[in-house]
T-cell receptor, first 115, second 114 residues
Framework: NAGVTQTPKFQVLKTGQSMTLQCAQDMNHEYMSWYRQDPGMGLRLIHYSVGAGITDQGEVPNGYNVSRSTTEDFPLRLLSAAPSQTSVYFC??????????????FGPGTRLTVL | AQSVTQLGSHVSVSEGALVLLRCNYSSSVPPYLFWYVQYPNQGLQLLLKYTSAATLVKGINGFEAEFKKSETSFHLTKPSAHMSDAAEYFCAVSNPSGTYKYIFGTGTRLKVLA
């Protein structure tokens, strides 16, 4: 298993540009989520999904869209990039939408800079 | 509502010394608690988790944590620090009454001094 993969690893955008961060998992996990990591603020949940076709907002959803057309893929779209979106983005997955003792498996992260 | 608080954003210990990273939780229901580690330029990986089976939980790389309900704590310890333990550590709590599953603390960066 490749686990959770993310592309790209690094990205530089100009203010106002849009882009999609890709996330895929090959473990047949129901639950997937996107976090951003900023110094001193830990991990903050952006969006999550409990299965194909089902997504919902987390703590900091503004400026981001997600979709989940398949179990494997969960892309994160930045609609119009802003410097405040400069961050490290992590995708994570866990087996069951309901089992709250599940381990989360994290991707390696995407480091995004918005100029 | 569930939450976790990690005391100390940075902790330094000497190689061979005890590691103690603090985590306190707030939960309206019996919690499930996790410690994750993030090595430089990597994603997070699970160190250990408490799922109510035993209050003392052993994890990978010699780490363990003890669930103390009376103190609402789940501190992470390791008897003897190694240089390879330098990383950021996150405590997390499950969120059974909410719509999403996990809530993370703000992290503690551990530095190990030679």
């Amino acid at each position: 298993n490749a686990g959770v993969t993310q592309t790209p690893k690094f990205q530089v955008l100009k203010t106002g540009q849009s882009m999609t961060l890709q996330c895929a998992q090959d473990m047949n996990h129901e639950y997937m989520s996107w976090y951003r990591q900023d110094p001193g603020m830990g991990l903050r949940l952006i969006h999550y999904s409990v299965g194909a076709g089902i997504t919902d907002q987390g703590e900091v959803p503004n400026g981001y869209n997600v979709s989940r057309s398949t179990t494997e893929d969960f892309p994160l779209r930045l609609l119009s990039a802003a410097p405040s979106q400069t961050s490290v983005y992590f995708c994570a997955s866990s087996y069951s939408r309901r089992q709250i003792t599940d381990t989360q498996y994290f991707g390696p992260g995407t480091r995004l800079t918005v100029l | 509502a569930q939450s976790v608080t990690q005391l100390g954003s940075h902790v330094s210990v000497s190689e061979g010394a005890l590691v103690l990273l603090r985590c306190n939780y707030s939960s309206s229901v019996p919690p499930y608690l996790f410690w994750y580690v993030q090595y430089p330029n990597q994603g997070l990986q699970l160190l250990l988790k408490y799922t109510s089976a035993a209050t003392l939980v052993k994890g990978i790389n010699g780490f363990e944590a003890e669930f103390k309900k009376s103190e609402t704590s789940f501190h992470l310890t390791k008897p003897s620090a190694h240089m390879s333990d330098a990383a950021e550590y996150f405590c997390a709590v499950s969120n059974p009454s909410g719509t999403y599953k996990y809530i993370f603390g703000t992290g503690t960066r551990l530095k190990v001094l030679a």
